[in-house]
């Protein structure tokens, strides 16, 4: 059975997805999709969607970290991401989802919204890939990143200033819940279940922000999400006005 997934190194649901692959010791080929270019190479990959993590098995394939762990408990029961009980599995579910609309939006809207503002945060993700004429591409990729900035994610914020304040308030009480959930046990790091990997991707992604490092290190999460997710993505280097971060107490 051949299983390719798709993934970027800088997307959360793509480290949660590939981290489901390895719990269930499935032999993998990971295909790294280069930043900006995702449609076009998903689409010429043949999948209907232009978002990673994408998991082609065989002629099948399946988009996005929720629908990639559904499948893999299909293919491949052992682990299970899911508890069997039917009350238990739709506990995790809801945290599941939580963690898509709610939390998950978050780092990728402070990327877009730090890159669609500022070359210089462009110019250091751009040399982080094997892309040719880099410099040009950070000076001339603009538009193309604010067109992503100007996205509506699942929780109906766009990374504009609005969305991004509101993000910064919210964080701390994001981060109480998924406190709460692994301390009731809907979080289980030790045996993670698909809320588990979804959830704690983000917030170790999170804690690759600069701006955030300082406040992340003080919250309990952290601490099972660098066990479960011990490389960060890449340090991003600050570029959020002072006074915003306030917010977060």
């Not at 039917?86 to 599941?96: W, Y």
């Not at 890159?115 to 110019?123: H, P, Q």
């Not at 994610?153 to 964080?171: H, I, Q, S």
Request: hydrophobic share 40%.
């Amino acid at each position: 059975m051949a299983v390719r997934l798709y993934s970027m190194k800088i997307s959360h649901p793509s480290q949660a997805a590939k981290k489901m692959l390895e719990l269930k010791g499935i032999e993998f080929q990971l295909i790294n999709v280069l930043p900006l270019n995702q449609r076009l190479h998903l689409r010429l990959a043949g999948f209907r969607g232009g978002t990673v993590p994408a998991l082609r098995v065989d002629g099948r394939r399946v988009q996005g970290s929720r629908q990639i762990a559904r499948v893999a408990d299909e293919l491949w029961p052992e682990p299970p991401l899911f508890p069997r009980d039917a009350s238990l599995r739709a506990q995790v579910e809801e945290a599941e989802h939580w963690g898509e609309e709610r939390l998950q939006p978050i780092p990728r809207r402070l990327a877009r919204f730090g890159a669609a503002r500022d070359v210089e945060l462009r110019k250091w993700a751009i040399q982080r890939q094997p892309l040719p004429a880099r410099l040009l591409m950070a000076h001339t990729s603009g538009p193309l990143v604010r067109y992503y900035a100007r996205t509506v994610e699942l929780d109906g914020r766009r990374a504009d200033e609005a969305g991004v304040r509101a993000d910064l308030e919210a964080l701390p009480s994001l981060l109480d819940h998924v406190e709460e959930l692994l301390a009731d046990g809907t979080l289980t790091p030790d045996e993670p279940n698909a809320a588990t990997l979804q959830v704690l991707s983000t917030v170790r992604t999170l804690e690759a922000f600069e701006d955030l490092r300082e406040y992340l290190g003080s919250r309990q999460c952290t601490v099972p999400a660098r066990e479960l997710f011990p490389r960060l993505p890449g340090d991003v280097p600050p570029f959020l006005p002072a006074d915003w971060l306030t917010a977060l107490g």
